[in-house]
């Protein structure tokens, strides 16, 4: 049993981490909403409560978030549908079956989780010019793909590994294929450890910046992080339009992070499926 003070404690801790993680968001959210401090004419905006919604409106307008979010959003769904797929074969793969070389290939795929981004830009970017490829949607989703299967198949081969081998006997012996007891038998249960996986490569998709800020000059093709960084230095030189466009690049993710956030929070903590 725990007792009071030990929970009095507990609380104390996690009330004081909550507050230090809170605070940095809180401060820029409540500076997007404040007067606009910019150098030049006052813009106007509607306010409600003395919150300058108008803000919002204005950074959207001016560093032309509509257009950076539709790319950042095509890159992302794309990294993650094929991401996610590959991972989910080839974890299975390294999780359930037996072959010649496993052990090396695996490695490999390790080494990818281990390679940061930044060691391999420079190389990738004279290959991708090579192949005629730069500055345009494959160069920056492309190699967001590699990064993120690398990852996509540990996380699935661990899961693969400790599931039921009852189940997957009974499958084979009734005849199912492995695309079969693959897609129809493990994938199901699965489902917490690959909607993890999909909320994972999504925000570290949405998140990236080394690679578009290498790979592109298109203003069409920038991502959004990538577009808040030259909003930064190009449009404004206020706090309070750049804490709006901050707000707006990071809203997708926080939706969609709210959105799957059980299920995500299931598949970190949930154990194998076990007989």
Known sequence: ????????????????????????????????????????????????????????????????????????LAVSLFVVVVSVV?????????????????SVLFYLFLLGIMMPSEAIAVPLYFDLRTLGMIDTFWSVALPQVALSVAFGTFWMRAYFRASSRAIVEAARIDGASVWRILWQVLVPPARPAIVTLTVLVF?????????????????????????????????TSGFTLLAAGSVIVATPVVIFYLFLQRHFIRGLLQGAVRE
């Open 1 to 72: 049993m725990i007792s009071r003070s030990e929970r009095l404690a507990n609380y104390v801790i996690l009330t004081a981490f909550a507050a230090f993680a809170l605070f940095p968001i809180l401060t820029i959210l409540l500076a997007a909403l404040g007067p606009d401090d910019s150098a030049g004419p006052a813009r106007q905006g509607f306010s409600v409560a003395g919150l300058h919604m108008g803000n919002f409106a204005a950074a959207w307008e001016i560093g032309r978030f509509g257009t950076y979010l539709r790319s950042s």
């Open 86 to 102: 590959l991972s989910i074969m080839s974890g299975y793969a390294f999780g359930t079956m037996r072959f010649r070389g496993q």
């Open 203 to 235: 925000m570290w998709t949405w998140n990236e910046f080394l690679i578009p800020l290498i790979m592109v000059t298109d203003e069409s093709l920038r991502t959004a992080p990538l577009g808040l960084a030259f909003f930064q230095g190009q449009y």
